[in-house]
T-cell receptor, first 115, second 115 residues
Framework: AQSVTQLGSHVSVSEGALVLLRCNYSSSVPPYLFWYVQYPNQGLQLLLKYTSAATLVKGINGFEAEFKKSETSFHLTKPSAHMSDAAEYFCAVSEGWAAGNKLTFGGGTRVLVKP | EAGVAQSPRYKIIEKRQSVAFWCNPISGHATLYWYQQILGQGPKLLIQFQNNGVVDDSQLPKDRFSAERLKGVDSTLKIQPAKLEDSAVYLC?????????????FGEGSRLTVL
């Protein structure tokens, strides 16, 4: 069975500061990993995904994440926070096509950006 | 390209009443998912369809929830009778359903409040 743990349900950062959101996963097979962002009253939008190619993955809006197998982690970072980054972020794991490409999500981290 | 469409966006009902949500996936997407997102939690998979067949409904409370995807396109999720704990956002997602491990595309969700 697969699972995802996101450390910290709320993160507060100053505008221009580093954004770091932590995600650890468990999976019985090599995983596929995703970060989604959810703005208020909207659906989930894909930020980036890891599908066994490069371990450092770049996504939209300046975000990137690094897959570390030894640490079973897929932390999300952005060097400089912008007010528009205020949203909720979800890490998700999939065991691929053989498992129906189903996503299992973490509990989410809500990001607050202070001016 | 049109996204995943869901309706209604908001619904308020009293407990023991029934409700239905509709989803129209992206054209050509064979796989359709319904997720339940309770406030403060990550989305949880309820049911997955591949074309018009059910792939996984292990997390669907079958005593009150039902879903169908007639003709392999639109889908309807029904709750009858509703309980207070069913208050949540119901997210529909679709994907190509091919061997490629691609992203899931989410609709904006249907927010249900059960009083």
């Amino acid at each position: 069975a697969q699972s995802v743990t996101q450390l910290g349900s709320h993160v507060s950062v100053s505008e221009g500061a580093l954004v770091l959101l932590r995600c650890n996963y468990s999976s019985s097979v090599p995983p596929y990993l995703f970060w989604y962002v959810q703005y208020p009253n909207q659906g989930l939008q894909l930020l980036l995904k890891y599908t066994s190619a490069a371990t450092l993955v770049k996504g939209i809006n300046g975000f990137e994440a690094e897959f570390k197998k030894s640490e079973t982690s897929f932390h999300l970072t952005k060097p400089s926070a912008h007010m528009s980054d205020a949203a909720e972020y979800f890490c998700a794991v999939s065991e691929g096509w053989a498992a129906g490409n189903k996503l299992t999500f973490g509990g989410g981290t809500r990001v607050l950006v202070k001016p | 390209e049109a996204g995943v469409a869901q309706s209604p966006r908001y619904k308020i009902i009293e407990k023991r009443q029934s409700v239905a949500f509709w989803c129209n996936p992206i054209s050509g997407h064979a796989t359709l998912y319904w997720y339940q997102q309770i406030l403060g939690q990550g989305p949880k998979l309820l049911i997955q369809f591949q074309n018009n067949g059910v792939v996984d409904d292990s997390q669907l409370p079958k005593d009150r929830f039902s879903a169908e995807r007639l003709k392999g396109v639109d889908s309807t999720l029904k709750i009858q009778p509703a309980k207070l704990e069913d208050s949540a956002v119901y997210l529909c997602a679709s994907s190509l359903g091919t061997m490629e491990t691609g992203e899931l595309f989410f609709g904006e969700g249907s927010r249900l409040t059960v009083l």
